[in-house]
C-alpha cells in the first residue's frame, strides 16, 4: 500500500477528484498508510479512500478491508496527535515520525489538496508533537525506528565494533541507520543505492564507501550486517539471490536487517543456513523491550493531548459559529440601514445621526445575547440545534 515520495502527486491529485472528498493529505511510512481527508459524507468519503487503496496497490478491496481503521471528527485528530507524538509508532515516541507528517502536509499543500481545514488540523498537530517532546521523556534514549535497527543488530552480534557493515538505500531512513553505524567503531561502512551519486554524497558524510547496486552481490559476500531500506517497489534481493551469496560466504553468518516497505529481502531467504533475517516485527518487539522508563510518560503525554484535542475543537467550533453569526450582524445590519433610508426624507441631518446611533445600540443589543449563546454553544448538538434555527429564522 505504500506511495513513495515520486507517486504521491499523481496520487493526490486521484483522491481529490473523487466525490465525496474536499481536502486530503496522504501519510506513509514504514509503519503506516493513512489518508486524512475532509469528508462531504462519511460514508462516501470511506468508500472513496477504500477505493483509492485498492486502485493504487492493485489489490482487491475485500483482501485487504480487515486492515483497515477509519476515525472521524473529535477521534480523527486525536488519532493524528497520538501519530505526531510517536505513540503509534513501532519505537514509542521516536522522532522521525514529526518530519514524516509535516513532509505529508508540505506535499498536499504543494498540490493544492490542503485546504483551511487540514492546515489547521496538521498546524496545530505538528505543535503538539513539539509540546510532548519538550515537555515529557517520551523520546528519550532510542528515538527514531532507524536507531533502533542499528541497535537490534549490535544486540544480535553483541556489538558492532571491527565488523564489516552495509547500508542499502540513501534515503531518510537509510541516512539514519548510517549515522548511527558511523558511531559504531566499525571495521568498515558500505553505502550501496541505485544512485551512486547519492550513495556517495552519504558515503563522505559519514567516513564510508560507496558502491552501485550493481556491486550488491560482491560486497555482500563480505559484509558481516547489511541493513536496508529502499524506496524500491519490488525486492532487490530475492531467495535465489541470497543463496548464490551464501554460497560464496562458506560458513561465515549473514545478519540482515529489512525495514524497507515494502521488503527489499525475499523473507524466505531467511529460512537459509547461516542466515538471519530480520524485519519491522522484529524491530517492534526489540523496542518493546525498552519500554519501561518511557512508558512512564505515556499518560503525561495523553494528557497533553486531550487538553490540545479540547484547544482544538474550541478553536474548530467557532471558526464554524463565525460565518454564520457574521451573516446573522450583516442581516441586521441591512435592515436598519433600509429603515433609516426609508425614513431620510423626514429627517433633518441632527435627527439622522441620532437615529444612527438610537438603532445602532438597539441592534446591538438585540443581537447580543444571541451571539453569546451561539458561541458557547458551538459545536454540540444544542449548538447545531440553534444554528439551524437561526438560518431558518433569518434565512441565512
Known sequence: MTIDESRLPKALTDLIGRDHLSEAVVLSTC???????FAETFHGAFQNVRDFLSQTAHVA?????????AHYEADAVSHLFSVVCGLDSAVLGENEIQGQVKSAWESARLEGTCGASLNNLFRHAAAVGKRARSETGISRHITSVSQAAVAL???RLGGLAGARLMVVGAGDMAEGMASSLAKSQAAEVVVANRTTGRAAQ???RIGGRAVGLDELAAELAVVDVVLTSTGASSMILEHCDVAEIMAKRGNHPL????VAVPRDVDPAAGSLDGVTLLDMEDLRAFADRGLRERRAELDRVRDIIDHELNRYLDYS??????????????????????????HAGALSPAERAAAEAAT???VGKLLH???????AASGSPRGDRLAEALRDLFDL
Open 317 to 342: 467550533s467557532a471558526r464554524e459559529a463565525a460565518p454564520l453569526i457574521a451573516a446573522f450582524h450583516a442581516r441586521a445590519e441591512i435592515l436598519r440601514q433600509e429603515e433609516l433610508d426609508r
Open 255 to 258: 545478519l540482515i536487517v529489512d
Open 202 to 204: 552519504l558515503a563522505q
Open 153 to 155: 543488530a549490535a544486540e
Open 369 to 375: 445575547q444571541p451571539t453569546v449563546r451561539l458561541k
Open 61 to 69: 478491496p475485500e483482501q485487504f478491508s480487515d486492515a483497515l481503521y
Open 360 to 362: 445602532r445600540g438597539l
Open 31 to 37: 509503519n503506516r498508510i493513512e489518508v486524512y481527508v
